[in-house]
């Protein structure tokens, strides 16, 4: 069983910068990649960056050069910095740990990019 608490989301200016944090805890050893998805209001969700547990990461091509997906195995955390955002980037941001068994999800944190 693992946990996921997201943080940071708020309301930012057009270029403006946040930083999302991701808590994990429970079972962390069982957590073999994590990664940042989104959901925009009245569309799907999509995924905006993953880590697997070696390091390697994978950017959604709208975000890549401007969100950077980091961890700190020590803190049992993920980040998300997102620099350079645009209104489109509006959405709930949410936590996802795949697992050995299972995928987990956190509640999810809002952040809203206005023009």
């Known amino acids: 069983q693992v946990q996921l608490v997201e943080s940071g989301g708020g309301l930012v200016q057009a270029g403006g910068s946040l930083r999302l944090s991701c808590a994990a805890s429970g079972s962390i050893f069982s957590i073999n990649q994590m990664g940042w998805y989104r959901q925009p209001p009245g569309k799907q969700r999509e995924l905006v960056a993953a880590?697997?547990?070696?390091?390697?990461?994978n950017y959604a091509d709208s975000v890549k050069g401007r969100f950077t997906i980091s961890r700190d195995n020590a803190k049992n955390t993920m980040y998300l910095q997102m620099n350079s955002l645009k209104p489109e980037d509006t959405a709930v941001y949410y936590c996802?740990?795949?697992?050995?068994?299972?995928?987990?999800w956190g509640q999810g944190t809002q952040v809203t990019v206005s023009s």
């Open positions: 996802n740990a795949i697992g050995n068994l299972y995928n987990y």
């Open positions: 880590i697997t547990s070696g390091g390697r990461t």
